[in-house]
Each structure stands twice: as structure tokens, then as C-alpha cells.
């Protein structure tokens, strides 16, 4: 972690700050982390996010029997940062390794990872879930302001975000994340019968060996 960038970071369409773990010592176990002080370097980190203007997100990735019960200590970190979004993933089990005790017993079923994401709303205030993609095993926890009228906007307005930043470098005017958002397609929202998974695209199921094909419709 490099505080210092963060705090000093020109406009970026979103800036990301992975939250492994919400204690010193599980943060320690997760990330074996270079630095003797990287406890202060990280909170240090998550505090200059809420200066910031533009779309910020914590990114987490639950361990199971590692970091999936420390809700009441990541409700806290979000309070520091205040980020717009939470983006909450399901460790990905890449084999076995001599360098890692994970195992498939750490990773979530996508349904905990719901389950987790309802259970750190409910400590937050000002958040909902909002976006999933089943696929990915992955949930997006919104700040409510991008919800309007009912709708998410949880998107990316690109060329809006580049209009604003090429006006920022020009006169240094500012702007915020609602200024580019777009509106969040139905299928992406949470609950939705596509569970995230894009109906324009082809989806693959591999089972037992055999591979097959479906239509994402």
C-alpha cells in the first residue's frame, strides 16, 4: 500500500483498494504483506478514498474460514473510506500450492456470498445490494445514491467520465461519480433471472467431462 498515491491520484474512472481482511492479524495470514507497517499504510489508504471525487471501490474477496465472519470489523473499515461501491468476491481456488493452505473448502458457494453481502448491509446505513454475476461468483453492494427512482446506475458513462476529466485538466474543474454514471442494464441487477450473465452472449457448462452449450435467453 502507497497512501501517498492515493491521496495525490489525478482523476481515474475508479479507483480500487482491495480489502483482503478487516483485522491486522487476518490481513497478516491473507496477504503476508512486505511491509512491517502495513496495518497503518492500509487504513491510511481507505481514509484518503474519501476525498476522493470520482467512482471509488473496495474490492473484497471472502476466504472462508479466513475472513467471512468479520462483518462488525468491515462495516467499520467502511465507515473510514466511505467508498461507492463494494465489490465482493468468492476466492478463486487456482490448484494446490506449497506457497497457500487454501483449499476448495475456502471458497464460498455464490449463495454465501450473497448471504454475506446482506448481512454487511444490514450494519451499513447508506448501502444495498445492487448487481451480481453468478458466473464470476461475485456481488456488487452500492452506496443508495445511485439509486434513482427506483433504478441502479451503477455503469460507466466513459465518454462523459473523458469530457469531465479533459475539462478538469483544462480548468480544474471538479467533479463527482454521479456525474458519469449509467443506468445498470435488468439483467445485471440483483435478483434478475440472468444472474449477471450478459443474454447477448453465449454461455458454455462444462459437467463430468462433456461440455455444453446454452443460450443465455
Known amino acids: 500500500m502507497y497512501p501517498e498515491i492515493n491521496k495525490d491520484m489525478q482523476p481515474v474512472t475508479q479507483l480500487y483498494v482491495s480489502v483482503d481482511a478487516s483485522t491486522k492479524e487476518s490481513l497478516r495470514k491473507i496477504d ?3 511491509f512491517s507497517d502495513f496495518w497503518e499504510r492500509f487504513i491510511d489508504s481507505l481514509r484518503h478514498l474519501k476525498s476522493k471525487g470520482q467512482r471509488t471501490v473496495y474490492r473484497l474477496t471472502l476466504v472462508k474460514s479466513f475472513n467471512t465472519e468479520e462483518l462488525d470489523e468491515y462495516a467499520r473499515l467502511v ?6 461501491f463494494i465489490e465482493v468476491k468468492g476466492v478463486t ?5 506449497s506457497a497457500s493452505d487454501l483449499t476448495m473448502k475456502n471458497v464460498p458457494w455464490h449463495r ?11 450494519r ?7 448487481c451480481e454475476h453468478e458466473h464470476s461468483n461475485c456481488v456488487l453492494v ?19 467520465f473523458h469530457q469531465l476529466s ?16 449509467a443506468k445498470t442494464p435488468a439483467w445485471a441487477v440483483i435478483g ?7 443474454p447477448e452472449e453465449t454461455r458454455h457448462f462444462r459437467k463430468k467431462g462433456a461440455s455444453k452449450t446454452k443460450e443465455s435467453s
Open 112 to 122: 454465501e456470498v450473497v448471504e454475506f453481502c446482506k448481512q454487511l448491509c444490514d
Open 93 to 97: 481456488f487456482c490448484g494446490d500450492s
Open 79 to 84: 465507515a473510514l473510506g466511505e467508498p461507492d
Open 142 to 160: 452500492a452506496n443508495n445514491k445511485f439509486q434513482i427512482s427506483n433504478e441502479w446506475w451503477t455503469w460507466i458513462d466513459y465518454d462523459k
Open 166 to 181: 479533459h475539462k478538469y485538466r483544462e480548468t480544474g474543474a471538479t467533479f463527482s461519480s454521479l456525474h458519469y454514471m
Open 192 to 198: 434478475s433471472q440472468e444472474q449477471g450473465f450478459d
Open 32 to 34: 503476508r504483506p512486505l
Open 124 to 130: 451499513l446505513s447508506d448501502y444495498s445490494l445492487s
